[in-house]
C-alpha cells in the first residue's frame, strides 16, 4: 500500500508539524511528508522540516500581485509533490476557492479552541485565547477540522477540551492548548492515512472497523 504524501503549510515556529514530524518517524502515521511550505521568510519550521530531511520551502506571498495567483504558485508545487493531504499547521494566509476545490476534503486545520466557539474571520492565535479568558469561559480546546470555503467551518474532525484557570494569562493558556494540538493533529492524519475517516455532509466519522 503507497503512503499518503502529505503537504505542510507553515507560517512561523512549526511545533504541530514537529509533532506530525515525529510520529511519522516513530511509525504511526502511514505517510510521509512530501513537502513544507512556508509563506513567510524566516519561519523556523522550515529549519525543522529540513533537520530531518524533508524538502522545505518558502513562497512569499508579498512578492504577488494578489492572493489567487499566491495561491495558484502554491497548487503547482503540491501538484509537483503529488500531495494527496495538505495540513495547515499554523498556516495564516486565506485558501482560495481554487485551492479548496482542488484538494476538497483534503485539507486539514488545527484551531486553538473548541470550534463553533472563538473562530471564524479574526480568530487566530494569542488573539483566541485572549478572547476566551475575556468571556469568562470555564472550558477552551482545541480542534482538527477538514476546510471548506467558510473561516474555520468546515466538518469536524476531532476535539479536545482543556479547562481554563482562574489565574491564566493568554499565553497559559496557549500553551495547555497547544498540548492539545500536538496529540490531535497527528492522530487526525493518522486516521486519514488509514482510511478510517468517512465525511456525511457535517459529520465526519471514524470508521474503526476499516
Do not use: W
Amino acid at each position: 500500500m503507497q503512503k499518503i504524501r502529505i503537504g505542510v503549510l507553515i507560517s512561523g515556529g512549526g511545533t504541530n508539524l514537529q509533532a506530525l514530524i515525529d510520529d511519522i518517524e516513530k511509525g504511526k502515521i502511514k505517510g510521509a511528508i512530501s513537502i513544507v511550505i512556508s509563506d513567510k521568510k524566516d519561519a523556523y519550521g522550515c529549519d525543522r522540516a529540513k533537520k530531518h530531511g524533508i524538502e522545505a520551502i518558502v513562497i512569499d506571498k508579498k512578492s504577488f500581485c494578489d492572493n489567487d495567483e499566491f495561491m495558484d504558485c502554491l497548487i503547482d508545487e503540491l501538484e509537483k509533490h503529488k500531495v494527496d493531504l495538505v495540513v495547515l499547521a499554523g498556516f495564516l494566509s486565506i485558501l482560495s476557492k481554487a485551492f479548496i476545490e482542488k484538494y476538497r476534503n483534503r485539507i486539514m486545520n488545527v484551531h486553538p479552541s473548541l470550534i463553533p466557539a472563538f473562530c471564524g474571520k479574526g480568530y487566530y492565535g494569542q488573539k483566541v485565547h485572549k478572547a476566551v479568558l475575556e468571556y469568562g469561559a470555564k472550558i477552551s480546546g482545541a480542534t482538527v477540522h477538514f476546510v471548506d470555503e467558510g473561516a474555520d467551518t468546515g466538518p469536524i474532525i476531532l476535539q479536545q477540551a482543556v479547562g481554563v484557570e482562574d489565574d491564566d494569562t493568554p499565553e497559559a493558556l496557549a500553551a495547555r492548548v497547544l498540548e492539545a494540538e500536538h496529540k490531535l493533529l497527528p492522530e487526525a492524519v493518522r486516521l486519514y492515512c488509514d482510511g478510517k475517516l468517512e465525511i456525511e455532509g457535517r459529520k465526519v466519522r471514524i470508521n474503526t472497523g476499516k
